[in-house]
């Protein structure tokens, strides 16, 4: 893992079209905002592992129904 240090309105770029900004620090808490092309999915890493769950979840049990019933 990369560690950066950054402070309040200072930005990194990710692969020259994905720029992560600082916006503000309170306490504990940091303001991020991302600035990335439409196709580039952004999600909260709770909310990603969820969706991956649902989505491993749904390959499971509808996967193995739609093969069974092929045969």
Do not use: H, W
Request: hydrophobic residues 40%; proline residues 3%; glycine residues 6%.
């Amino acid at each position: 893992m990369l560690t950066l240090s950054r402070k309040k309105g200072e930005s990194l770029v990710i692969n020259n079209n994905i720029e992560v900004t600082i916006l503000d620090i309170r306490g504990d808490q940091i303001k991020v905002g991302i600035a990335a092309p439409k196709e580039v999915p952004v999600y909260r890493k709770e909310i990603f592992l969820e969706i991956q769950e649902s989505n491993k979840n749904a390959m499971n049990l509808d996967g193995m129904d739609a093969l069974k019933n092929l045969f």
